[in-house]
């Protein structure tokens, strides 16, 4: 149970439920982070924005969400915490800094029943269909930042991506003389991606801009894949295994095929008072493959990003609310799928995600740490054609601590 961070229907598609790859900061901001050119924060999203890291920082956030889900008359709701990232990151000389950090990349969870009857002139045979997945992915990376030219920085980012997702199909008869069958896949994947970034500031009417990119290419990642099928019964509480299929075991150095990506963004901001930013995402989702498998259901996704921060005036020390860094944000996705509902011959609909997002980072009296807090608010999915809606409330909590570690002391 601690491990299931999801229980969305829509995480059956593709590799589960996507997770944003950002830190309290770029979540309070509405998941914007490639223009973003923080001094004493770490951003995941542009390795470039590490040319301009000042002091040592160490980063940590837990999340929590409450996810409510509708569909016609039915509704549920559901609760998960968990930790969200780790990540440090260190000057080595002017201009010039490195990161390293794990955090989740997606997750599945989900439990789909259907229901059937078969009927006979002698007699009635109910049976059903259980559809359930579990498992997730993750992301270790390290990156690296620099500042070849002044004004225009470079990055590069090696993520190993680790995890294992794991599908069954249960058939179940409601009549104990029938044999269950189910069918099991698990996928596990290990292996190593690269992406890059880039950066340029200027000064523009006395104000700072900030243009980013970042690109994510293809990448071919090595995978296995195992098939199970067997025959059961179910006595009491406990499973008998009547007859197994042997499993089929598949080994490939492409078994996972990650898309290509581009983000594009541009900042605008006065030193220590406000910045605003703005970002587009594209990404390749349809092209997304399984051991030489495309998912119908999976399309191209485009999202489009705005936030801010504001600090009243970072000057004014006797004053602490004046010193409160408030942030804001707004993202709408169109999504990577295009789906109908379970089991029924319609036009699909693409499955859209729209949310609002606010944060605080609260200064800590007597320190250089930031202690972060970020909501947000959104929705996925639908209620028409017989779709489930998805409504969730997410809430953050990080610490973020600067000092000068590996600093050599001129005077001993």
């Known amino acids: 149970m601690a491990q299931q961070n999801t229980i969305s229907p829509y995480s059956v598609f593709g590799i589960g439920e996507l997770q944003n790859q950002a830190f309290s900061l770029n979540n309070s901001m509405g998941g914007l982070g490639v223009a973003l050119r923080p001094e004493a924060y770490l951003n995941p999203m542009n390795p470039a924005s590490l040319s301009g890291l000042r002091l040592t920082t160490y980063e940590a956030g837990i999340s929590a969400t409450s996810m409510f889900l509708s569909e016609g008359n039915l509704n549920q709701e559901y609760f998960s915490g968990t930790l969200s990232y780790l990540s440090l990151g260190f000057p080595i000389s002017k201009g010039f800094a490195a990161s390293t950090g794990l955090m989740p990349y997606s997750f599945q969870g989900y439990e789909l029943l259907q229901s059937f009857e078969i009927e006979s002139a002698e007699d009635t045979l109910a049976y059903s269909v259980n559809h359930s997945g579990s498992g997730g992915i993750h992301r270790a990376y390290i990156n690296f930042g620099v500042e070849p030219f002044k004004g225009f920085s470079v990055g590069a980012t090696c993520s190993g991506i680790f995890g294992r997702l794991k599908n069954k199909r249960d058939l179940v008869y409601s009549q104990n003389d029938y044999l269950n069958r189910r069918d099991e896949n698990t996928y596990t994947v290990r292996d190593f991606v690269v992406d890059l970034g880039a950066q340029y500031q200027t000064t523009l009417n006395d104000k700072t801009l900030t243009l980013g990119a970042s690109f994510q290419p293809e990448s071919r990642l090595n995978a296995d894949s195992e098939d199970r099928i067997y025959t059961y019964n179910v006595v009491g509480d406990f499973e008998y295994v ?70 009243p005036n970072h000057s004014n020390i006797h004053k602490y609310l004046s010193n409160i860094q408030y942030r804001g944000g707004f993202n709408f996705n169109t999504g990577f799928l295009s789906v109908s509902a379970f089991g029924e011959p319609i036009s699909p609909s693409e499955i859209r995600e729209m949310s609002f997002s606010l944060g605080l980072g609260l200064p800590l009296k007597k320190s250089k740490s930031t202690l972060n807090l970020g909501f947000q608010f959104g929705k996925r999915g639908s209620l028409d054609t017989g779709l489930v809606e998805e409504k969730y409330v997410k809430f953050q909590l990080a610490l973020t601590f600067n000092d000068k570690w590996f600093t050599k002391r001129k005077i001993d």
């Open 242 to 311: 009547r007859d197994t299929i042997f499993p089929v075991s598949l080994n490939s150095s492409s078994g996972l095929v990650l898309p290509k990506s581009y983000v594009l963004g541009a900042s605008y901001s006065e030193d220590k008072h406000w910045m605003v930013s703005a970002e587009f995402d594209f990404k390749e989702w349809a092209e997304l493959q399984l051991f030489g498998e495309t998912d119908p259901q999976l399309r191209n996704a485009t999202q489009y990003k705005v936030g801010f921060w504001w600090i």
